[in-house]
């Protein structure tokens, strides 16, 4: 029997300066066992064609993939199994969250970057 769980709740605390990056849905309750698919966009420009994903836990936040255009996804430490992302333009990506266990319940979002800024996140 499947569990009803509220696996994921996106983008909430935007920083200022953020709101030009839209994340949908911003809510998934999704069943076990099943994925949770996100989509990310942004109105930055063309210059910022790269998107990280992350996770955010008890107050730190984990990157789970960085993803540009036309570049391999990299998961670092984290399965392919596990999660999928796509960069299909300098606008839109989109980041998967497969087999879905309790665990996997949290807050995840996305960033937009481009080349000179490395992240605007942690600077
Ligand atoms: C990005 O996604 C939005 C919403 O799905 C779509 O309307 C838009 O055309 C996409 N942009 C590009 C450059 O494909
Ligand atoms: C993850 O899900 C896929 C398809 O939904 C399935 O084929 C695969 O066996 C699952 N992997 C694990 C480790 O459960």
Redesign the pocket.
């Given at each position: 029997m499947h569990r009803l769980l509220t696996v994921l709740i996106v983008f909430l605390h935007y920083p200022p300066g953020w709101s030009n990056v839209i994340q949908t849905p911003d809510r998934i309750f999704a069943l076990e066992?099943?994925?949770a698919h996100l989509t990310c966009r942004h109105t930055l420009g063309t210059y910022y064609n790269q998107m990280y994903w992350y996770r955010q836990e008890q107050g730190s936040l984990t990157r789970i993939v960085y993803t540009m255009v036309n570049t391999k996804s990299d998961f670092g430490s984290f399965s392919v199994?596990k999660y999928s992302a796509e960069k299909e333009n300098y606008v839109n990506g989109s980041f998967t969250v497969?087999?879905l266990t309790a665990d996997d319940s949290g807050v995840y979002f996305c960033a937009a970057a481009s080349h000179s800024e490395k992240e605007r996140w942690n600077s």
């Open positions: 066992d099943r994925s199994e497969k087999n």
